[in-house]
């Protein structure tokens, strides 16, 4: 026969204590003299007594429970950020809940009415989108969040992020650097604003170098398959490109599948770069140079600032500094040879 757990009733009535007692002493509110916490610490090991957390928790409206909203978790950028942010929320004593948000908006008051009857302590953002009114209401509701990197530019919310155009232009810099003349940048979704600063970045570094260089963007999906196809297109429209800027590392190795597919060296004619730093970009053939984020750095400093916020050892709505971002030069740009010129016939 299953033996039967021991309740706080069975605990209060063997230390001769009120249940209210043994309250105060497991949440750590009210006063409990000490022979009388010895006392009550003894009954529970001699009766192994486990507290119910959820009901801890539920008593004093904190479960050490953090909520983090993910919209595409087949991109192997998310991944690992998760993995970043449950190793240093576990570290501070606190659970994750992954929330699959896909690419639309969190769906209205219903929503965060339920997450806010289930006593979630927090959230971390790190979505496609993420509208003013849901940071109106989380404000309102003083609902402690964190904005990762991907979500809406409100400056006035915590945020941690990358310097997304100075990344685009390390990328884009590269490839001239290694002798691309006509370089094609096929970018992310156009309302995200780390699309439109990789766009910047990309339309300012071909500006700086040359009056005669066009700016050629695409607009992708951050999908892998978009980049194939988006390729595709490009080079019907302009076949005397040779380089490649893409938005995502996803998107650069549906790219380079097209490249091969249509019979095209990488990187003697063509070179491509990317964005994000996945590891998937070292096992392909070549290996595609990216821009490397530092993704434990971001989820370590999400994670770190949502606990500050929760346990209110901090204040305001400050965002962190951006983080740096680092040129991963690999064997889809180095090598480049570029293609024959017309007129003068040099080589780029």
Known sequence: MREKKATIRDVARKADVSVATISRYLNKKGYVSHATEKRIQSVMENLNYKPNEIARGLARQKTNTIALFIPDISNPFFPQLVQAIEKEAARKGYKIILVPAGCKEMKGIFMWESFENMYIDGFIFAPYQLKEKSIKLLKEKKIPF?????AANITSANSVAVDHYTGAKL??????DVGCRKIIHIGGPKQLIPSNERLRGYADSIKQFSREHPVIHYEGDYSLESGRILTKEALKQHPDADGFFLGNDLMAIGCLKMLKTLGIKIPEEIAI????GIDLTTLVEP????????????GLAAAGKLIQLIEGKTGGDEAFPKLALKLLARASTL????KERDNDGADA
């Open 146 to 150: 964190v904005i990762v990197d991907r």
């Open 171 to 176: 990328a884009v810099c590269h490839l001239i």
């Open 273 to 276: 770069a990317g964005f994000d």
């Open 287 to 298: 290996e595609i140079t990216t821009i490397e984020q530092p993704v434990y750095e971001i």
């Open 335 to 338: 090598g480049f040879k570029g």
